[in-house]
């Protein structure tokens, strides 16, 4: 669901441009953060006829309270980006550097996605309207190794949250990954259900034998710190 390939990706060129995305920079970088608030403001407005102008309507003019909806209740829960990723995310959108062996270094050492060479499952979303699958397919191109690539039904969320029982879920599979998106989509096989029970299949040849679960956490080594969901998730 991340997009690697961001040329023509449908947001950043579509919205912003190079003295955009400097300005966007330099306001972060004053603060220190990204507020979280703005970073969900810009994920609204990349759908907003159903992140918008729908609770406008209903909500705003009508005065309509919104169903509940456990996802856009996640979605709200919003968390604020250093300063210093910000930039980071502004700068590979806007350069493509990882689709271009060795112009992106981190901590010193070149990147080339293409010397990755264990195999890879990738997973896009037919109706994402945050990262394109087709530009997520270009995506899976990118690596060395042996990719699988599926396409899932749904947006960007929906997409990986589809466990098991789903009636409405199916997704696209097709091991030729040499041609463009839509010829790709053109070849695909339909599989009726979740994704996830293919990737648990895909996981099971790729793993050894299978062991036991431990009976009690921790180990000789690292003892167990708190209980389950741990201290950090009470700091404010």
Request: glycine share 8%; net charge negative; aromatic share 10%.
């Amino acid at each position: 669901m991340t997009v690697i390939d961001n040329h023509d990706a449908g947001s950043v060129s579509a919205l912003v441009d190079e003295q955009l995305a400097g300005r966007a920079k330099a306001k972060s970088a004053r603060k220190g953060y990204l507020d979280g608030r703005a970073l969900a403001e810009v994920f609204a407005w990349l759908r907003p006829r159903d992140l918008v102008w729908n609770y406008w309507v209903n909500n705003y003019l009508l005065g309509k309270r919104p169903p509940a909806f456990d996802i856009l209740f996640w979605n709200s829960d919003t968390t604020r980006m250093t300063a210093a990723l910000h930039a980071d995310f502004v700068d590979l959108a806007m350069e493509n550097l990882l689709t271009r062996p060795g112009e992106l270094t981190v901590l010193g050492v070149p990147i080339d996605l293409g010397a990755v060479t264990v195999d890879s499952y990738l997973v896009a979303g037919m109706a994402d309207h945050i990262t394109p699958w087709e530009s997520c397919y270009r995506s899976a191109q990118l690596f060395g190794g042996t990719t699988r690539f599926v396409l899932s039904t749904s947006g960007h969320i929906a997409a990986l949250v589809n466990p098991p029982g789903n009636a409405k879920a199916s997704f696209h599979t097709n091991d030729d990954l040499a041609a463009d998106a839509e010829a790709w989509l053109d070849g695909t096989e339909v599989h009726p259900g979740t994704w996830w029970t293919d990737l648990g299949l895909w996981l099971d040849e790729r793993s050894g034998a299978q062991r036991p679960a431990p009976q009690t956490l921790g180990s000789h080594r690292l003892s167990v710190l708190a209980e389950a969901p741990g201290t950090y998730v009470l700091d404010k």
